[in-house]
């Protein structure tokens, strides 16, 4: 927020009064930035309110009570303003959906850019990539989730428009889809949603997930829905239909220096691991039913599936699986009224979230209880947010977050 002065003296200390319902207090703020003794001059504040013991949304009433130690002078009415009060924040994980083609000479730059959102971000940086016309295809145009007309082209949480690379600073040909994603990722996300999955059978052909769902607030006659999108990474081939097209070839001192190894490669590339890739993703709209309608503050719900690798396969019919292949699954929470992603996880399948069998309690040795530093609870508590560890005789454990409910 800014704090702007409507007055002739500068100012290098305030107290601010606040009103939230029927509660109400002042605070004494001494700016790290004092504010200049001009009219119309601003300076960034931010503000701590003391905890609320309540949840919900409520209005916020701010204004400035004194400056310099001296009461206010200034007859202008309170500022207004929504506040929010969750007992806890859900981890917010953007959608990164990339669309992609090997005859496209540019679109190189995009695994280049997800890369380095990987090294900054680790596994908060989720990302599927669309490929399109082109031997790793799966959807036709008019299915792809958003309008990918030219590529490469990004979609963050299906609603904002951008570049895999550049972000929004195309022009000036620097990396900037971190501030993008950032951006997005500051969005608060009224639901947490973690996912757990593993191989269900020896031949490692089927896999089962189960998606957890945990709301901060209530909803009544929502529509949210979860889709899945199976991603392989390590896809390869020989020949042309495998060829990237790779337009920065030769274009020295053009582009920039995360783009070097591109400049200094041939167009087409032949020999190109392609990672990523959405290998069977027939959700793109949600599975109807997959959430309840109305939702209580605090629920957690869960729901489960099973995936074959026998339907991973592309608009040609053709199965892409491979050896040697690594696979993750997103789970993708939207909302199904608006198209929005609200939020998202990506797990790789047969990690230590893995679970041999999601529907049944059948193999398990014992179950243990951790609050969120990692300390061993007696039991299940019976509110706030904790962890559930449940031990298979293979040696697996499914690893739950969950809130306690009263």
């Known amino acids: 927020r800014q704090l702007t002065n409507y007055g002739a003296a500068g100012a290098s200390a305030v107290e601010l009064e606040w009103t939230v319902d029927n509660q109400n207090g002042k605070i004494p703020i001494s700016l790290t930035e004092p504010l200049p003794a001009m009219y119309r001059a601003s300076v960034p504040l931010s503000v701590t309110l003391p905890a609320l013991n309540r949840t919900g949304t409520y209005n916020l009433k701010v204004k400035v009570a004194s400056v310099n130690g001296s009461v206010s002078a200034s007859e202008s009415e309170e500022s207004l303003g929504s506040l929010d009060i969750w007992s806890w924040l859900p981890k917010k994980r953007p959608l990164l959906e990339e669309y992609t083609a ?85 969005v608060f996300t009224p639901a947490d949603i973690s996912l757990s999955c593993g191989w269900t059978d020896n031949s490692h052909n089927r896999l089962s997930a189960e998606c957890s769902v945990s709301f901060v607030k209530a909803f009544d006659d929502c529509d949210f829905r979860l889709s899945y999108i199976l991603v392989a990474d390590g896809l390869n081939g020989t020949g042309r239909e495998w060829s990237q097209g790779n337009y920065y070839s030769g274009q020295t001192g053009t582009w920039p220096a995360d783009f070097d190894d591109l400049v200094n490669s041939p167009n087409p590339i032949q020999g190109v691991v392609f990672d990523h890739v959405a290998i069977y993703s027939p959700f793109v709209k949600g599975i109807e039913n997959s959430l309840p309608s109305k939702i209580e503050e605090g ?99 499914i690893i739950r977050k969950l809130i306690g409910r009263k």
């Not at 679970?355 to 209880?369: F, K, P, R």
Request: aromatic residues 8%; contains cysteine.
């Open 102 to 186: 090997t005859s496209c000479g540019y679109c190189p730059r995009g695994p280049v850019g997800m890369a380095k959102m990987e090294e900054l971000y680790g596994s908060d940086f989720v990302s599927v990539t669309y490929h399109h016309a082109d031997v790793m295809s799966i959807l036709s145009p008019d299915e792809y989730p958003n309008a990918a007309p030219s590529q490469p082209v990004a979609w963050l949480d299906r609603v904002r428009e951008t570049d895999p690379y550049f972000g929004d600073l195309i022009k000036e040909k620097v990396f900037g889809i971190d501030r993008v994603w950032t951006e997005v990722a500051s």
């Open 299 to 397: 629920e957690t719900a869960k729901h489960s599936i099973s995936i074959s690798l026998d339907d991973a396969v592309n608009l040609d019919g053709e199965s892409l699986i491979q050896d040697g292949l690594a696979y993750s699954v997103v789970a993708v929470l939207l909302d199904a009224t608006t198209g929005d992603v609200i939020n998202c996880v990506k797990t790789e399948v047969g990690d230590m979230g893995a679970v041999n069998d999601v529907t049944t309690n059948e193999g398990i040795v014992s179950v243990e209880y951790f609050d969120v530093t990692g300390r061993r609870l007696p039991e299940a508590p019976s509110d706030g947010i904790y962890i559930e560890c449940s031990r298979q005789v293979n040696g697996r454990c």
